[in-house]
């Protein structure tokens, strides 16, 4: 017999702060909780239900997914739609559920980019395999070059119109096309939520690249993925390459990159946020959170543990 969960009910009052999603009516937890890594079909199930449960437990809302996320592709989702049957179907008000589609998916013309027929198709299939009716938020994952932007941005409107999506957000589109998102999205009555960008302490394109100035001018939320650098800004790499990492499974984080001055660089980094009593991981977080226009870091996790000590950026 499964155990059956029962929420923490302090999980309001359990240190976790909430912040508005630019201008609207959204409130997101500072912390979110992505299912890029860790939830599909190759990890272990009460694994990841149990970091799942400590997450709305400790008041994360927000999880974050993608067509595409597992391995196996669409697996992420089908953990998603087995916690909701398990676990998360009582709550489902209290959760704020996200996906994407935009890179590849299934094989042929139709299951890769952005047209119309790939996002309505692959949002169809996200919501059967999540056992869910509509998402909170559906994303364009990356800009389509070779699409007319009105196809994509007309589609991502529709989806809204036919119920199936409450939000749309865009993710890695450069700033000319999100500016023209922005202004096609507001024309209809369809504002744009957020916007999805890698940014950390290694990585601050958004802001060079005044993507997250555009965003807190034009009240969109920005959410911050990869804000530990897929691991490198904790204490995971600092002493050799653990077995049971993301960087050993090799395909995503590759050795190559911890080159000796990478490593130098997050030696210091760990020493300066130790100095102040923190951990890398702590201080890389609170880093991102004070960046002016930032509503949420979309952290992974492959444990509890690792999430407990995130939540400590707070
Ligand atoms: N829009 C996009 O194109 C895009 C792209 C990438 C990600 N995302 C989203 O962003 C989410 C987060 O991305 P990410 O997984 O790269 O985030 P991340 O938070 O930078 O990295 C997560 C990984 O870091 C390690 N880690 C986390 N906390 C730790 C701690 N306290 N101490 C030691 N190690 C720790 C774990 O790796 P180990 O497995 O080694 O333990 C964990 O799986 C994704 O799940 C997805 O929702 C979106």
């Known amino acids: 017999?499964?155990?059956?969960?029962?929420?923490?009910?302090n999980r309001y009052d359990n240190g976790m702060k909430y912040e508005r999603c630019g201008r609207s009516g959204?409130?997101?937890?500072?912390?979110?909780?992505?299912?890029?890594?860790?939830?599909?079909?190759?990890?272990p199930y009460e694994r990841s239900r149990?970091?799942?449960?400590?997450a709305f437990d400790h008041g994360i809302t927000h999880f974050d997914l993608a067509n595409n996320y597992g391995p196996v592709y669409g697996s992420?989702?089908?953990?998603?739609?087995?916690?909701?049957?398990?676990?998360?179907?009582?709550?489902?008000?209290?959760?704020?559920?996200?996906?994407k589609a935009?890179?590849?998916?299934?094989?042929?013309?139709?299951?890769?980019?952005?047209?119309?027929?790939?996002?309505m198709a692959s949002l169809d299939q996200s919501l059967k395999r999540m056992h869910l009716d509509y998402v909170d938020l559906f994303y364009s994952h990356r800009f389509d070059p070779e699409t007319p932007m009105e196809e994509t941005l007309q589609?991502?409107?529709d989806i809204v119109r036919a119920g199936k999506a409450l939000y749309i957000g865009i993710s890695?589109?450069?700033?000319?096309?999100?500016?023209?998102?922005?202004q096609y999205l507001k024309e209809r009555d369809v504002p744009l939520l957020i916007y999805q960008g890698k940014l950390n302490m290694l990585n601050r394109e958004p802001i060079e690249q005044g993507i997250l100035d555009f965003c807190a001018q034009e009240g969109v939320g920005f959410i911050a993925f990869s804000p530990l650098a897929q691991g490198l800004l904790t204490d995971r790499y600092l002493n050799g390459i653990p077995a049971d990492s993301r960087m050993s499974k090799g395909k995503f984080l590759k050795e190559s990159m911890l080159t000796p001055e990478l490593l130098a660089q997050l030696?210091?980094?760990?020493?300066?946020?130790?100095?102040?009593?923190?951990?890398l991981a702590e201080s890389a977080l609170a880093w991102i959170l004070a960046q002016n226009g930032v509503t949420s870091v979309l952290v992974g996790a492959s444990s509890t543990s690792q999430l407990e000590k995130n939540l400590r950026c707070l």
């Open 155 to 157: 589609a991502l409107v």
């Open 1 to 9: 017999m499964k155990e059956m969960y029962t929420a923490n009910e």
């Open 102 to 119: 935009g890179y590849d998916m299934w094989p042929g013309p139709y299951g890769n980019w952005g047209s119309r027929k790939y996002l």
């Open 267 to 279: 030696r210091e980094y760990n020493a300066q946020a130790q100095s102040q009593g923190k951990t």
């Open 172 to 182: 890695n589109w450069p700033l000319e096309p999100l500016r023209f998102a922005t």
């Open 76 to 99: 992420a989702e089908e953990t998603m739609g087995r916690l909701m049957d398990d676990d998360f179907s009582p709550y489902r008000d209290e959760l704020f559920i996200s996906t």
């Open 50 to 54: 149990e970091i799942t449960h400590y």
């Open 26 to 43: 959204v409130l997101l937890p500072k912390v979110s909780l992505g299912f890029w890594h860790n939830f599909g079909s190759v990890d």
